[in-house]
């Protein structure tokens, strides 16, 4: 008997270029309320008229880069899904500009399992980046070289202390009514 997804009746934005991948998503959160949208404009509208517990982004073929400003900017936690935006500096900047997470497409078939850690990490105040380094450090060690982190060693040292770099993730926080309202 498979156990009820962390995820269930959460309203979940997905946004991918490609329908399959919509399908294999809302297939994996079955027990969500999974919106799709295959391009920039209706996910920007989606984004804009409804409320999100979640928010999952392709970045190549729907400009998922604005469209992760735009729901940082909305408070809504947002995951990278991506396939050929797979490099250290798409990393980074998704970092920067407040994602809680990055993963590669290839982690689809164990999707509910990394979005429930995530996100019940991002919940609970834990940082989620900890988590998917401790959970895909080896899968990026291996995609990007072994010594991959010293190009950029002064945001990778920065960012290991305190896994919340950025201004993206410094903005989420002044839209959160958690931190807020503890004058932080």
């Not at 880069?65 to 980074?92: G, W």
């Not at 060693?153 to 993206?168: C, D, I, L, R």
């Amino acid at each position: 008997m498979k156990k009820e997804s962390y995820l269930a009746g959460k309203h979940i934005l997905a946004v991918d270029d490609e329908s399959d991948i919509l399908e294999s998503i809302q297939d994996i959160l079955a027990g969500s309320r999974v919106d799709c949208a295959k391009e920039y404009e209706s996910a920007s509208e989606k984004l804009k008229t409804n409320h999100y517990d979640l928010v999952i982004l392709d970045i190549m073929g729907v400009n998922g880069m604005q469209l992760l400003d735009e729901a940082v900017d909305r408070n809504f936690p947002t995951v990278m899904l991506t396939a050929h935006a797979i490099d250290p500096d798409t990393l980074m900047e998704c970092i920067r500009k407040g994602a809680i997470s990055y993963l590669p497409k290839e982690t689809l078939p164990e999707l509910d399992e990394l979005l429930t850690a995530i996100f019940k990490a991002h919940e609970q105040g834990e940082p989620p980046w900890k988590l998917l380094f401790e959970r895909l450090g080896k899968y990026f060690d291996k995609r990007f070289g072994p010594r991959w982190k010293d190009k950029e060693s002064a945001f990778w040292s920065e960012f290991e202390v305190t896994y919340q770099v950025g201004k993206g993730i410094q903005e989420r926080l002044t839209h959160d009514e958690r931190i807020r309202g503890k004058g932080v």
